[in-house]
């Protein structure tokens, strides 16, 4: 995280990059996975995303007139930026050999309504500032389990 005196600037996460979007809305998610993925920050709210590799999208869409969702949109392609306005999606970019397909809701089989690697860590999401200092509550009742580098004799 990159910080401008007190604000967030930008957002960099590197190798295995996965943004998820809750919609409330029977079990909806808007996902955005690649390799690379930058955030850019104005005055504390996103207003623009780059992703840099592998770039995967599942976007749900709806009609501007009544919010019905029209489908489910899912792309590929190797680099993706999005341009956001109110947090709401103003331009979509893909570029280099693209693929995208749109999927009615009553086509969808629950498989496609998630990409590869898809958890929902909605016990540690922190909802507010103080909540990434917070130690996530274990379940005392699993075993530890620690993986090791060397064996011990």
Same mark, same amino acid.
């Given at each position: 995280?990159?910080?401008?005196?007190?604000?967030?600037?930008?957002?960099?996460?590197?190798?295995?990059?996965?943004?998820?979007?809750?919609?409330?809305?029977?079990?909806?998610?808007n996902q955005l996975k690649?390799?690379?993925m930058k955030a850019f920050?104005?005055?504390g709210s996103l207003y623009?995303?780059?992703?840099?590799?592998?770039?995967?999208?599942?976007?749900?869409?709806?009609?501007?007139?009544?919010?019905?969702?029209?489908?489910?949109?899912? #792309?590929?392609?190797?680099?993706?930026?999005?341009?956001? !306005?109110?947090? /709401?999606?103003? +331009? $979509? &970019?893909?570029?280099?050999? #693209?693929?995208?397909?749109?999927?009615?809701?009553?086509? !969808?089989?629950? /498989?496609?309504? +998630? $990409? &590869?690697?898809?958890?929902?860590?909605?016990?540690?999401?922190?909802?507010?500032?103080?909540?990434?200092?917070?130690?996530? +509550?274990?379940?005392?009742?699993?075993?530890?389990?620690?993986?090791?580098?060397?064996?011990?004799?």
């Open positions: 995280i990159y910080m401008n005196d007190s604000t967030i600037d930008k957002v960099h996460i590197k190798k295995y990059a996965y943004s998820i979007q809750d919609r409330n809305k029977d079990d909806q998610y690649g390799r690379d920050f104005r005055d623009h995303i780059l992703v840099e590799g592998d770039a995967e999208s599942l976007y749900y869409l709806e009609e501007e007139e009544d919010g019905n969702i029209i489908g489910l949109n899912k #792309t590929q392609s190797a680099y993706l930026s999005m341009d956001i !306005l109110n947090n /709401e999606l103003q +331009k $979509l &970019k893909l570029w280099s050999s #693209t693929t995208a397909e749109t999927t009615p809701l009553s086509l !969808l089989k629950p /498989e496609d309504k +998630k $990409l &590869k690697d898809f958890i929902w860590y909605d016990n540690v999401r922190p909802l507010n500032k103080d909540d990434i200092f917070r130690i996530p +509550k274990k379940d005392l009742n699993k075993p530890r389990q620690t993986t090791r580098r060397f064996e011990r004799e």
